[in-house]
């Protein structure tokens, strides 16, 4: 089949997500037993002396000795030595297949030549930052303004998180109010004023370490898919000055994790149009992995302010930028008249960032990737399926193109304000993690959530292979 003809999306069906959901959540975990643990943890003792010897020198330098939790990290995380396309390979030689992909920053795949080569070419005659204009960086900001049509405007900025501060800020100066609101359980990265409602709905504060109460008075999380719900909260933040934006992922929190319905995203644009609030899609993940016009293109959904990371810098640093409408972004206008909102970054936008995200981009439309990865992400999500059936688990596995999730636990569906909370999250969050550690075990590295992110260099081999590997896993959880 030709990818040109590959649609890109496919929503599911929300209403069976959420009746297999109810039903992982009405089943007993499902955990590996010790066995089986003890069976998976003594492969890793066994195959990578090299990553254990450096997990003892991290966890005395390195906080946890971990940059990043997606990966599994028990018994001690793996270190990768070297990784191209579909693949990973640590220290010790072992292979893995990559459905981490750079936390889905990469669709081409990992390490992908173009962009190589592109950063590589770039380097023998510039430096990586220079704080000077460079072609590249007007280059990018006409691909995405050519590519998402609400895209009037464009800077570049360091990292999502950074891109998010910047909405938010925008949005406030723009519209002079102050009330933001989100979807529980989603992330927006780490800024103060969103580090609330994370993981579950209904979570609030609870992962607001170090973040003065003032500063999230203004933040509001509202459960994910109810649009009653948001029209209450924009009604209660109109009687206090106003909402400066809704901010949101399309597809629902934490890539999907909790899917909204196709139709949602158009009904948050009437509630906004009518309370006066921006609408902010966040785009971090979805854009351009799931279209080169991002899920707005296909939802057909024109939001005033998009959140750009990941892969607007092929993977490389720098992976922020925020894009909009030509008014709202005139507020971040260095010498606008009237409110300026401040915003900026010494290493922001540099030819670097700005090379690798323009060659990447460029590769992506030119050999439709994104359709290539979802047609990979469409047959993973197939075969599972089938390999659930085959083993009766109660799992549940749903795509959203090129963005897998794997529900083996029911862990990010539970609610924060269940009075079971307590009692059930940690069984189901160990049952998670074993879950991942396994998979690595066999050679898979996915997330500990269960998400994996698919790429264009994943073809039906890669992905056959993957299923065996996972066969191994479901059958040691079914015995
Ligand atoms: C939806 C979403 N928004 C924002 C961010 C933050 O981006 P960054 O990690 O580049 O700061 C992430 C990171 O995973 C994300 O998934």
Redesign the pocket.
């Known amino acids: 089949m030709s990818s040109k003809a590959y649609p890109v999306l496919r929503w599911p069906d929300i209403g069976e997500i959420e009746e297999r959901t109810e039903v992982l959540l009405d089943s007993p975990v499902r955990s590996l037993s010790p066995a089986a643990m003890a069976h998976y943890e003594d492969w890793f003792q066994r195959n990578c002396p090299n990553s254990q010897a450096s997990a003892r020198e991290s966890a005395a330098v390195i906080p946890g000795g971990l940059q990043h939790s997606l990966p599994s990290s028990r018994p001690f995380p793996v270190q990768m030595a070297r990784t191209s396309g579909a693949f990973a390979w640590d220290v010790d030689g072992n292979q893995y297949i990559d459905f981490i992909q750079a ?2 920053a990469s669709v081409l795949g990992a390490n992908h030549p173009v962009v190589r080569e592109a950063v590589i070419d770039l380097l023998t005659s510039c430096a990586p930052s220079t704080c000077f204009p460079h072609e590249a960086e007007i280059q990018l900001a006409q691909f995405v303004q050519g590519s998402v049509p609400s895209v009037e405007r464009f800077r570049m900025l360091g ?6 501060m910047a909405a938010i800020r925008a949005a406030r100066a723009f519209t002079g109010a102050a009330h933001i609101v989100k979807a529980g359980g ?5 800024s103060d004023q969103l580090v609330f409602g994370l993981g579950a709905p209904g979570s609030g504060r609870a992962a607001a370490g170090g973040i003065p109460d003032p500063v999230l008075s203004l933040t509001h999380e509202v459960p994910p898919n109810d649009v009653g719900a948001l029209r209450a909260r924009l009604s209660q933040c109109a009687a206090d000055g106003g909402t400066a934006a809704v901010v949101l ?1 399309p597809l629902g929190p ?2 999907g994790t909790m899917p909204v319905e196709e139709g949602y995203a158009g009904q948050v644009r009437d509630l906004c149009d009518e309370f006066g609030a921006l609408l902010v899609f ?5 854009a351009f992995r799931l279209g080169m016009a991002g899920v707005q293109g296909h939802l057909g959904v024109r939001p005033d302010l998009t ?1 750009f ?2 892969c607007i810098a092929g993977s490389y640093p720098g ?2 930028g925020l894009g909009g409408r030509a008014e709202v972004m005139s507020v971040v206008t260095p010498g606008h008249t009237g409110t300026v909102a401040l915003l900026g970054g010494t290493l922001s936008a540099g030819p670097l960032s700005s090379v690798a995200g323009l060659a990447c981009l460029m590769e992506m439309r030119r050999t439709d990737a994104p359709a290539a990865a979802s047609r990979a992400g469409d047959l993973l999500c197939a075969r599972l399926t089938e390999l659930i059936t085959k083993f009766e688990l109660p799992f549940l596995v749903y795509n959203l193109g090129s963005i897998v999730h794997l529900d083996t636990s029911g862990l990010f569906r539970l609610r924060r304000d269940d009075p079971d909370y307590a009692a059930q999250f940690k069984p189901r969050r160990a049952q998670n993690r074993d879950i991942a550690t396994a998979c690595a075990a066999e050679g898979v590295m996915i997330s500990q959530t269960g998400r994996m992110f698919t790429c264009a260099a994943m073809t039906s081999d890669v992905i056959d292979d993957a299923v065996h590997r996972f066969e191994k896993v479901f059958a040691a959880t079914a015995a």
């Open positions: 936390g889905g990292s999502g998180t950074e891109a998010v989603a992330y927006h990265g780490w992922e934490q890539s966040d785009e971090v993940v979805s959140i990371g990941k992976a922020g």
